[in-house]
Each structure stands twice: as C-alpha cells, then as structure tokens.
Nanobody, 116 residues
C-alpha cells in the first residue's frame, strides 16, 4: 500500500509563504503524475497544481505566479511552495499520486490557514 505523507501546513498571515511536502513510500518514478489538491468545508476538492514524471507542470488559474510545484526524485518527495498567500487559500491541502496502471492515492491532508 502506498503512503503519501504531507507536512508543512500551518497558520500564516496574508502575504506570507509556506512550503508543503509530500513524501511517498515508494519511488515517485512509479507515478505518472503527482498533484496537490485543496478542499474547503462544503466544497469539492480542487486541483491546485500537478507535475508529471517528466517535469511538466500545471496550475489552477487562482494560484499561477504564486505557487510552484516541484519534485525531488532522490527524496521521493513533491513540494508546493506557496507565496503571497491570501485568506482564500485557506483549505486542507492533499497530495495525490496517479500510478501508471490507473491506480491513485491520497495523502491524509494538511491544514493551511491564512489570516487577514
């Protein structure tokens, strides 16, 4: 069973920065895409950013130019650098991994709270 463990969430003031980490229990080369999603109460999870095994990235319009997704293959870890945070970025952030055989996995989530 694959485990994805997120860390790095917390409370930050608007305009501040946080870096989320997602550590996988197996090599991230075994996933064709990894991503970060977020969810607020009463809403569906939405894609924030994704990165493929080849390094291609994609971002939600709301976070472009503020967030950066990256991967460290040696550490089996994917990061989400979040800058210029806004109160509307407050959510539980989840790591997601998509395997090559249509398998997919979620992390347990980490809370990000941005105060105004």
């Amino acid at each position: 069973q694959v485990q994805l463990v997120e860390s790095g969430g917390g409370l930050v003031q608007a305009g501040g920065s946080l870096r989320l980490s997602c550590a996988a229990s197996r090599t991230i080369f075994s996933f064709n895409t990894m991503g970060w999603y977020r969810q607020t109460p009463g809403n569906q999870r939405e894609l924030v950013a994704s990165i493929t095994s080849g390094g291609s990235t994609d971002y939600a319009d709301s976070v472009k130019a503020r967030f950066t997704i990256s991967r460290d293959n040696a550490k089996n870890t994917v990061y989400l650098q979040m800058n210029s945070l806004k109160p509307e970025d407050t959510a539980v952030y989840y790591c997601r991994a998509f395997g090559w055989n249509a398998d997919a996995y979620w992390g347990q989530g980490t809370q990000v709270t941005v105060s105004s």
